[in-house]
Structures are given as structure tokens and as C-alpha cells.
């Protein structure tokens, strides 16, 4: 199960974002893609996601373009968290969770044992079970996000992207959330590819961090050989220290204070 | 080990490879609605200048009973219930379509300028050409066809935001009706006087030259429907998360517009632009099942039911006189309106 892009080049309309990019997700691992704000991190995760098509090169699943697949078997190999969903008014929570089913479903096939067995799969494994028969409108943003990832989840893809999952959740929703992420990869050999905001996050979950500036991928690797006081300089224009972070021993970035009194 | 939906569900698997979930209140209204509509259809069976009770509707649709029964029944009247039916459920489920589309309960065929520019075809046609059966049709048709593709291109930038859809169809609807004024005042007074008649919506003179080519192309949309299984709920949810499901946004969503427009266009060459049904039903129906998002079945057995129950009255409340449905959908649907725009504006 492997996705890449070859040489893309991605934009909307006439603006290129993107131009000749290439990336390899590594199979089985944890990648996450980190940059300053309008670096082009969604928008290179929307091609790999082939929401979006490139004007130029190819996206590559299991070696073939994903755009000449059809799109319901790509659906089977590859899911995708994305930023903005709308919950249709009245769902509950399992329903939502049972549409991650449609890539597996047929006209007269709709709700067959498999699809029932992921559907609960995917609600243990978030969390989310005893929230079952409640509507997504009354819960918690916390919940609803794991209930959106339960759907992703019950697509049973052997790959998944999240687009910035953390966003909009308080920081033991984020931390138990991406520590799901481990487990899933952990257990099942899921290969991960989010974008993240937080570098001490992305440091420590990621097996391999992709370093995006204006557009370019600037470094990639893992996350204790690419994060570096001089790259984070470079790339987002902040001074820091890089602490050992006691708990992972993944890097830490601590910003430079320009106001506070520095002792030593 | 079962999932929670939060509601009685059926689950049904009489086979490997066969399964279906089905909604056990939805299902209940659906019949509940249907029961309903077909009341009201042997009342209006048995009504009129020759009155029947439902027992000998019953009888003379069943072939027994006199000459004449079977004769008023099934030749005059019968024809008439059955596209009140079919109709509404067209009606009924070219709104749940746009609706879904767009987002938005405005975003009804009616209210984004189908009904009118069927209207202007129809018009065209009779000034051009007069005004048989088939040329009426074909000329709504083409004018709601003409109508959806100018909205459509109007209102497009990368995918189709319903607002914007909603807000140039009110745009493109109003110059339409310009248009139409200025052809029923420029005609000679017979075309003028024809077209205004059909233009109130009315299922007055429909016989069973008209029932079979209604049925078969509602059907065969209808089908088409069914053909596209969950996708319509999947559009639901934003195009992203349609598109990681496996669903061809664009392709689909054009699919669906084709559907509904063709599903407008069919009720509108039979029996003229009926408003407000296809804009109520929809969300009637949500109320009453209470189905995540717009679903397609409950809006059909609505508008089928607002259809029928409203011919009836046309055809009965000033009796002899006889209204066209157009009017009656108005006056309701037109309460029905105010209060929609009252709550979306609080919103």
C-alpha cells in the first residue's frame, strides 16, 4: 500500500501553489507534514487525497494513477479526515459512523455483517460506543471530532490522512487523539499522514516529519535528525531552543523569549 | 453484537450477499402517507356531478358495478388521480434533490426559476406554434431545461455553492416573468387566454393520453434515483467528505441536477408549474420522519399526498367551480413560505 506523488505540480485556479514536487509516504509509519501558515501542506495533502488533481505529474497509489482508478476502490484503500464536514442535521452517531461504509457497500449489499463488525470496530476503538445513538449536534467538539475519525476508521483503509485533526480540540482531546493514531499504526500497520500545527506534537508522534516552506518540501526525516533550532528559523522565522522533551525524548521546541528575562 | 443507531432499525440479510438497514419510522410515515393520499384518491374517485360511494370506487375499479360507474371511474376520473400521484412524488423528489444540493430548503426548483422558464417555453411555443398537448410540453421542456442550464452556468465557480444557485435562480426567475407578462400582453387574446390557463398549474382536461408518458418517465427518473443509492446523503455531508467516500463530486452532483431538473420539467409539461409542493414536501417530510439530511422516499409519498389532498380540494371546495391546483398549492404553500423565511431569517 504505498502513496507518492511524482513530480507534481498543484494550485487552484491559475495559482500554483506547488511546482515538481515529489514525496514518498513510507509505508506502516506515521508522517506528518508541518509548515507556516499558507506553506501548501493542505493543499499537498488534498492531491495525495486526489481531491484535488495536479496540473502537472501524477499521484501514485500502489503504483498507478489515482486518478484512472475508480473512485470507490481507491475509497477501499485510502481514507481521508478532512477539514470541513458538515454532520446533516438529525444524524446520529452511528449513522455518520456507518457512512464511512459506502466504498464496501453495493445497491442490494447495504448493511452486511463485515459492514456491521467495522461500524462497531470503529466506535471502540474511538471511544465512542456509548455515544452511539446520540445526535452529532449535541456533542462536544471533542466527541464529534472522534466520531468523524470512527467514520474514517470504519472505512477499514489501510492508509489515512487527517487534515489538521487537532484543530478546534482542547489539549487532552488532541493528545488522546493523536495518541489513537499510535495505536491504530501500532495494531494494525496503518500508515498516517497528517498535517499538524503543533511541532512538539508532530516531533513526537511522527516517525517522519515533511518540512514544507512557501510551497517546497525543505526537509524530511525523522523528526530527532530534521527539527533543528536553524530550520525552525529558517521555516517559520522563530527563534528557539531544541530541548529533549523527558517524557519521549523526541525534540522540543521552546520559542526564544524577546520580552522575558533570561536567566543563565 | 449490534450497533446503537439511536432509533428502531430493521436490519434485514435474507442472503450472503443481500442486506439492507431500513429505518422503521420513516417506513411508517411513508405507508401512513401513501394510505392517505389513496384515500383521498377513491374520495375523489367517487366525487363530482356523479357521486359514488368509496365501496362502488372500489367495485368499479375492481371492474364490477354498472357501465357508468366503470365508465366515470375509470375513463373520466382515474387518470386524474394517478398523475396527482405521480406528480407530487416527481415534485416531491425534484425538491428533495435541489434541496440536498444546494443545502438550503429554499433551494427548491420552484423558488430558483424552473416552474417560470417552462413557463416562457410554453409561451414561446404557443405564440410560435400553438398549443397542442405535446408541443405545450416540449416547449417546458426546453424552457426549463434552457432555464437550469443558464442558472447553472450563471451560478458555477468551481463545484456549485447552493446560495449562490438559490440567488441567481430568484434573479433569472424574475426577468423570466418579466418576460412572460410581455408575451401574454403582446399575443393575440385566444393564445394569451390558453397559455395564462396553463400557466396556474392544473391537472383540469389530463386524461390517459398523458398518464403513460408521466409514468414512464418519473418512473424511469425515479429508478435512476434509486440507481444512485446513498450518494445524494453523501453530497450531504461537503464535497470532501463525499469525495474520500468514493463518490465522483462533479460528475454526480450534475447527474442529480439532470434528474431533478428532468423530474421539474416532466410535472410542468403535464400539468403546468405547480409551485410550492416540491419546496414543502421535502421538509414536511424530514419533520415528520425525522431521517438525517433530506431523504428522497418520504419526500415522494409527501408530495404525492400534498398533491392529491390539494387537487381534491381544487376540484371540491367550490364546487362546481373548478380551481386550478396551482392556486390552492399557492395559498397553502404560501403560509408555508412566510413561516420558512420567518425562521430561516432568525437563524
Known amino acids: 500500500m504505498s502513496l507518492a506523488a511524482r513530480d507534481i505540480t498543484i494550485g487552484y485556479d491559475r495559482k500554483t501553489i506547488s511546482e515538481h514536487l515529489d514525496l514518498v509516504v513510507p509505508e506502516g509509519r506515521i508522517t506528518a507534514i508541518i509548515g507556516p501558515n499558507a506553506c501548501g501542506k493542505s493543499t499537498l495533502l488534498r492531491a495525495l487525497s486526489r481531491l484535488l488533481k495536479p496540473s502537472a505529474g501524477e499521484v501514485l497509489l500502489d503504483g498507478r494513477d489515482i486518478h484512472t482508478r475508480p473512485a470507490r476502490e481507491v475509497a477501499r484503500r485510502l481514507g481521508l479526515l478532512p477539514q470541513s464536514s458538515v454532520a446533516p442535521d438529525g444524524i446520529t452517531a452511528a449513522e455518520l459512523v456507518a457512512r464511512g461504509r459506502f466504498p464496501h457497500q453495493r445497491l442490494i449489499r447495504q448493511w452486511s455483517a463485515e459492514d456491521e463488525a467495522a461500524v462497531v470496530a470503529a466506535m471502540a476503538a474511538t471511544g465512542v460506543t456509548e455515544l452511539s445513538g446520540e445526535l452529532v449536534d449535541t456533542l462536544s467538539g471533542g466527541q464529534r471530532q472522534r466520531v468523524w475519525v470512527a467514520m474514517v476508521l470504519a472505512q477499514q483503509t489501510p492508509i489515512v490522512l487527517l487534515d489538521e485533526p487537532t484543530t478546534f480540540l482542547d489539549i487532552a482531546h488532541q493528545i488522546e487523539l493523536l495518541e489513537l493514531c499510535v495505536r491504530l499504526n501500532r495494531e494494525q500497520g496503518t500508515t498516517m499522514l497528517a498535517v499538524l500545527h503543533d511541532l512538539n506534537q508532530a516531533a513526537r508522534y511522527a516517525d517522519h516529519l515533511v518540512v514544507m516552506k512557501a510551497g517546497a518540501i525543505v526537509a524530511q526525516g525523522d523528526p530527532r535528525a530534521v527539527l533543528t533550532a536553524e530550520l525552525v528559523a529558517d521555516v517559520f522565522g522563530l527563534g528557539c531552543r531544541i530541548i529533549d522533551d523527558p517524557e519521549t525524548h523526541t525534540p522540543l521546541v521552546i520559542p526564544r523569549s524577546g520580552v522575558a528575562r533570561r536567566i543563565g | ?347
Open chain 2, 1 to 347: 453484537m449490534s450497533v446503537d443507531f439511536g432509533r428502531r432499525v430493521l436490519v434485514v440479510r435474507p442472503h450472503r450477499g443481500v442486506s439492507g438497514r431500513l429505518s422503521v419510522r420513516p417506513a411508517l410515515v411513508c405507508l401512513a402517507l401513501l394510505l392517505a393520499a389513496l384515500a383521498t384518491g377513491v374520495l375523489a374517485l367517487g366525487a363530482g356531478e356523479f357521486t359514488l360511494t368509496p365501496s362502488e370506487v372500489l367495485g368499479a375499479l375492481a371492474g364490477e358495478g354498472t357501465r357508468a360507474a366503470r365508465l366515470v371511474v375509470v375513463e373520466w376520473r382515474l387518470p386524474r388521480v394517478l398523475l396527482a400521484l405521480v406528480i407530487g412524488a416527481a415534485l416531491g423528489l425534484a425538491g428533495a434533490v435541489f434541496q440536498a444540493l444546494t443545502g438550503n430548503p429554499l433551494g427548491s426548483p420552484d423558488v430558483i426559476g424552473f416552474g417560470t422558464g417552462a413557463y416562457t417555453g410554453v409561451l414561446v411555443v404557443t405564440v410560435l406554434a400553438g398549443n397542442g398537448y405535446y408541443l405545450v410540453a416540449a416547449g417546458a421542456l426546453a424552457g426549463g431545461l434552457a432555464t437550469a442550464a443558464v442558472v447553472y452556468l450563471l451560478a458555477h465557480r468551481r463545484g456549485v455553492p447552493g446560495f449562490r444557485l438559490i440567488i441567481v435562480g430568484i434573479a433569472v426567475s424574475a426577468m423570466l416573468a418579466s418576460v412572460n407578462q410581455w408575451f401574454i400582453v403582446t399575443v393575440d387574446l385566444q393564445a394569451a387566454f390558453a397559455a395564462m390557463l396553463w400557466g396556474q398549474g392544473s391537472l383540469n382536461g389530463l386524461g390517459w393520453a398523458q398518464v403513460t408518458p408521466v409514468v414512464v418517465t418519473v418512473g424511469a427518473l425515479g429508478l435512476l434515483l434509486i440507481g444512485y443509492g446513498p450518494r445524494l446523503s453523501l453530497l450531504e455531508m461537503g464535497e470532501d467528505a463525499a469525495a474520500a467516500l468514493g463518490v465522483r463530486v462533479n460528475r454526480t452532483r450534475l447527474a442529480y441536477l439532470v434528474i431533478g431538473v428532468a423530474l421539474t420539467a416532466v410535472a410542468t409539461a403535464a400539468a403546468g408549474p405547480i409551485s410550492f409542493v416540491a419546496l414543502a414536501a421535502p421538509q414536511l417530510a424530514q419533520r415528520l420522519t425525522r431521517t438525517p439530511g433530506i431523504a428522497l422516499l418520504p419526500s415522494a409519498a409527501m408530495g404525492a399526498c400534498l398533491l392529491m389532498i390539494s387537487d381534491f380540494l381544487a376540484q371540491r371546495a367550490f364546487a362546481p367551480t373548478q380551481l386550478p391546483v396551482g392556486v390552492v398549492t399557492v395559498s397553502v404553500g404560501g403560509l408555508y413560505f412566510v413561516w420558512l423565511l420567518v425562521r430561516q431569517a432568525r437563524r
